[in-house]
Structures are given as C-alpha cells and as structure tokens.
T-cell receptor, first 115, second 115 residues
C-alpha cells in the first residue's frame, strides 16, 4: 500500500551494528505498529503506538526500541543487531476502533539480514 | 486472552475448483475477525472482516468467509480458484472485550493454485 512506506526495503548488516528502520504514512492514522515475520511463525508484534505520546511493547520487544517522531512517522531500532533478528519487518497503521473498523494497512516490508 | 489457529500450513487446489482456507479462534468475549492476503514481495492486504450481523462476509477478489460461532471458526472460501490467488493468507482476531485493541494473527496458510 503506497500510503504506508518503509525504508530501506532491504538491508544487510553485521552483528553488533545499530540499525534503524523507518516507516511513514499518509493515511492520517493515529495507530502504528511494527511486526516481524518469520517463516512458520506468522506475524509477531514488536511495538505499537496509539498516538505520539504513547508507546507500548508487543510480545517480542527485547532487543528493539522505537521512536514515534510524529503522527506520520514511527521508527524501529535494533541497538546491537544479532543474527536471529534476520527477518521481514512490517510497519502497519490503523485508525481508532471507535468506528469498529480496526483494519490494518501494511507497508511493503523491510527484509533485514544480520550476518 | 485471544488466539487464532490456522491448522494448515499449505493448501493445494486446482484452478477452477473451490478453495477453503481454515481458521479457528478463541476469545473470552465476542470476536472481530479478519482475513489478509500477502502476495510475494508485498505487504499484507486486507481481504474482509466480520464485525457483526450476517455470518457470511463477502470481500475482495471474490473471496468470502463464514463466521460460525458454535465452531469458533471463520473459514475463507472462494467458489472457483485462480492461479493468481496463490499467496499467503493470514487470519486475525480481536476480542471485543479486550482493552488493547490489538489483533492477533495466525501463522499463515500458503495457498497454491495449480493450473
């Protein structure tokens, strides 16, 4: 979905390096999410943010941190990358649940390889 | 607590035949249920959702899903499969009684449609 963009699309890095993945959205949504996808494990939630001042850990937040710089921007950082963080990372957005929509809109993904 | 299961890692079907991708869920209250599709090298795209009302939900690309409360299932169906339907399909659930408004995704089912 072009409304949610992720940079970079592919990244190869070395163990111990710091890396940042960036996500931007033009949908005007308050809620943003970071997931990782691993074969056979589906999508697992890393962090989520319901507005600029709200940051919450997901089920697998260890080794990751996030920054919500603005409503439209949500960055994911790996402070010291390790090989088992090799995965496909997705950013997603959704609007508030008051309208019972809850639909999530995903970016194209970032394929990260840690050597 | 909420959870979702997709019991089949892979579903194979011949083009023109009907297809079913299975999903079962567990919630403490009533569910919101979703299906998403992921084509190769793309992010997840929303297909359809059940919020309330008619148990048969129609979505994009000719897909439909039937909510069955007694069997806690939300199977995805299509009357006539196309080769272009080959993709990874994810079921997701959110408990209406939950306070976090975060959906839980299944592990995904790979659908392969043979010519």
């Amino acid at each position: 979905d072009a409304d949610v963009t992720q940079t970079p699309r592919n990244r190869i890095t070395k163990t111990g390096k710091r890396i940042m993945l960036e996500c931007s959205q033009t949908k005007g949504h308050d809620r943003m999410y970071w997931y990782r996808q691993d074969p056979g494990l589906g999508l697992r939630l890393i962090y989520y943010s319901f507005d600029v001042k709200d940051i919450n850990k997901g089920e697998i937040s260890d080794g990751y941190s996030v920054s919500r710089q603005a409503q439209a921007k949500f960055s994911l950082s790996l402070e010291s990358a390790i090989p088992n963080q090799t995965a496909l990372y997705f950013c997603a957005t959704s609007d508030s649940p008051s309208g019972a929509t809850d639909t999530q809109y995903f970016g194209p993904g970032t394929r990260l390889t840690v050597l | 607590a909420q959870s979702v299961a997709q019991p089949e890692d892979q579903v194979n079907v011949a083009e023109g035949n009907p297809l079913t991708v299975k999903c079962t869920y567990s919630v403490s209250g009533n569910p919101y249920l979703f299906w998403y599709v992921q084509y190769p090298n793309r992010g997840l795209q929303f297909l359809l959702k059940y919020i309330t009302g008619d148990n048969l939900v129609k979505g994009s690309y000719g897909f439909e899903a039937e909510f069955n409360k007694s069997q806690t299932s939300f199977h995805l169906k299509k009357p006539s499969a196309l080769v272009s339907d080959s993709a990874l399909y994810f079921c997701a659930v959110r408990d209406r009684a939950g306070g976090s408004y975060i959906p839980t995704f299944g592990r995904g089912t790979s659908l392969i449609v043979h010519p």
